[in-house]
């Protein structure tokens, strides 16, 4: 069974790490141990959600659930309560693991994790960085991880923004061209409500293919037939000028944001 290690401390735990809950609970995972710390006090279900910090026993696993830029105000008060046997994951956007060691000096364990969305259905992707050897470590926030879907690791923060611009924003862009067919349906004439369900369900019968193996080339080869309606669609996307420069700019622009958060977050510390 998987079980969180007791005290663990959720400090902040709104989209992103009450996804995470609701993917272990999916997972059966043993979450007895686990306190959420927000302000709003708002419940998360399945844990204890309180809006300070608990006196007594100190967390020995820390995740970093807050936005990036909520760093200076939460490290004063919490980075003392972090020892020597406590293991902080840390979900924050392009903020550094050496920005982080920096915060949580005492800290066994500092380690990234860039995770999305479809985290809560257990068909995440969480991508995973850390500068310290603690081979036990590793394989807790490993196992804790896998249990929400694809959990690599990455050598270089350059290679876990990239990872971040695809798979953590990943969900907002193939949500946004799933509107964008959805639109474009309206405009062909179909009404927009339908036009909405069919866009979605189109998304995720595409999934379903990808779920089983198949790959995205397989599948825009078994649709496009020779000379056939799809295929002068294709031509459209393929073009010098179509979607892979459009996605390219896209994620350059995420990637460069991640960029300037490091460098927040680096100059505040
Ligand atoms: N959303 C994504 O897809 C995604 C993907 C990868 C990584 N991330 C990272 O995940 C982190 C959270 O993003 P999110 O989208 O989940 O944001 P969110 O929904 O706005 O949640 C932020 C959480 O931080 C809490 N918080 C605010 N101030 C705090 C403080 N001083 N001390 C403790 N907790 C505080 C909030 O509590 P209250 O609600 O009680 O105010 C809330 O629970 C970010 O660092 C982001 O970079 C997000």
């Given at each position: ?28 995972a ?84 860039m995770?999305n ?11 995973l ?6 081979l ?10 896998s249990?929400?879907?694809l ?69 825009a080869?078994?649709?496009a ?12 996307l ?30 505040h510390?």
């Amino acid at each position: 069974m998987i079980a969180l290690p007791e005290p663990a401390w959720f400090v902040g735990c709104g989209n992103m790490a009450g996804a995470m809950v609701d993917g272990w609970r999916k997972a059966g995972a043993d979450l007895s141990g686990v306190t959420v710390i927000r302000p709003s006090g708002t419940p998360v279900e399945g844990v204890r959600t309180v809006t300070a910090y608990p006196a007594g026993d100190k967390p020995v696993f820390v995740m970093l659930g807050f936005k990036p830029q909520k760093l200076d105000e939460v490290v004063p008060s919490l980075a003392p309560l972090v020892g020597s046997n406590c293991i902080v994951v840390s979900l924050l956007a392009g903020v550094s693991a050496e920005t982080l060691r920096a915060r949580f000096p005492s800290a066994r364990f500092v380690v990234r994790a860039m995770p999305n969305l479809a985290v809560s259905e257990r068909l995440g992707v969480t991508g995973l960085h850390a500068v310290e050897d603690d081979l036990e470590a590793r394989e807790l926030v490993e196992g804790l991880m896998s249990a929400l879907g694809l959990a690599p690791w990455f050598e270089t923060e350059a290679e876990l923004g990239a990872l971040g611009a695809v798979a953590a924003a990943g969900p907002a862009y193939v949500a946004r061209f799933a509107a964008a067919m959805a639109a474009g349906g309206e405009a062909l004439g179909l009404p927009a409500d339908l036009s909405r369900q069919i866009a979605d369900k189109t998304l995720v019968g595409t999934a379903a293919l990808a779920a089983k193996g198949e790959s995205m080339e397989s599948i825009a080869r078994r649709v496009a037939s020779p000379r056939g309606t799809t295929e002068q669609g294709l031509r459209v996307l393929d073009a010098s000028d179509g979607l892979q420069p459009l996605v390219d700019r896209m994620l350059e622009a995420a990637v460069r944001r991640g960029r300037e958060l490091a460098e927040e977050a680096a100059r505040h510390g």
